[in-house]
């Protein structure tokens, strides 16, 4: 699927749309949490996905804020709206397709929110800074631009399993090949400089997990969707076969139900304030 010129490796069919829906089971709060809302806002959600995190702000700002979630997808918009509808929160934020370098925004809304923010977006695109330059130009002087992404640098695994740790680096790789960046995450504070924010918060947001945790199973579940969604282009991209891949994945399956099975990773979060 093509996303803002670059591509994003995961699709949008059912199955990656469920994964999606559990990552945002499982970092909702946390990216919440670092917004540090006050309520009345007026938010810009750029690749809202199917928007249960665009609602979740919506829900925190309440009546007096506004929340607009742009996303290229239409199957996602479509699935987003069903959701909201499902859990009687239609019409709670407002979904529009459009690109993240081509914001679907009318004339007298350019310069007028409050907060811009993107999540897992800016390492599928080959211009990060163009969307972060679009982002800033959205909101007010002093308006805060929001970046939530990762840096696939970053992921251990304990007790080490070197099949699976040959094919992360095998899927970041696959990011480079497509022209995107899988380590964007660091870049975060940079592009915020650079887009003509000035930089004011980062931190990480820690997501791991281990054994004995009643959220284990979804995080190794969320973190095999991942690989499970980019199989045909690392397959594509990579000297791996496909029975390599499978084999990989079912022994990480194996690895799970280990007493001692760890998994340590973290999203970069980084805030800035539009200058004059």
Not at 165 to 170: C, G, I, P, S
Not at 181 to 207: K, M, T, Y
Not at 225 to 239: C, E, K, M, W, Y
Request: hydrophobic letters at 40%; one cysteine or more; proline letters at 4%.
């Amino acid at each position: 699927m093509k996303t803002d010129g670059g591509e994003y490796i995961h699709g949008s069919d059912s199955r990656e749309q469920k994964r999606l829906s559990l990552l945002n089971d499982l970092l909702n709060d946390a990216s919440l949490e670092a917004m540090d809302l006050k309520g009345g806002e007026k938010i810009l959600d750029i690749g809202s996905g199917l928007g249960q995190f665009t609602r979740m702000m919506a829900r925190t700002v309440g009546t007096e804020g506004e929340v607009v979630g742009v996303e290229r997808d239409p199957r996602q918009i479509e699935e987003a709206i069903r959701q909201a509808k499902s859990d009687g929160e239609h019409g709670l934020a407002e979904f529009r397709r459009g690109d993240a370098v081509d914001i679907p925004l009318e004339k007298n809304e350019w310069g007028t929110f409050d907060v811009a923010h993107a999540r897992f977006l800016l390492e599928h695109v080959p211009d990060p800074l163009s969307v972060v330059r679009t982002m800033v130009r959205a909101v007010k002087v002093g308006g805060r631009v929001i970046l939530e992404d990762d840096d696939h640098d970053v992921m251990r695994i304990w007790p080490e399993l070197p099949v699976i740790e040959q094919l992360w680096r095998t899927y970041a790789d696959s990011f480079r090949k497509l022209g995107n960046d899988p380590f964007i995450g660091r870049r975060l504070v940079s592009l915020l400089h650079e887009a003509g924010a000035n930089p004011a918060r980062n931190q990480w947001l820690p997501f791991s997990s281990c054994a004995g945790n009643p959220l284990f199973d979804a995080f190794v579940e969320n973190f095999a969707g991942v690989l499970g969604g980019a199989r045909q282009t690392i397959l594509d991209t990579s000297s791996i076969t496909a029975s390599d891949f499978d084999k990989a994945i079912s022994d990480l399956k194996e690895w799970a139900r280990l007493p001692d099975a760890a998994l340590w990773y973290g999203t970069f979060w980084a805030e800035g304030v539009r200058r004059e």
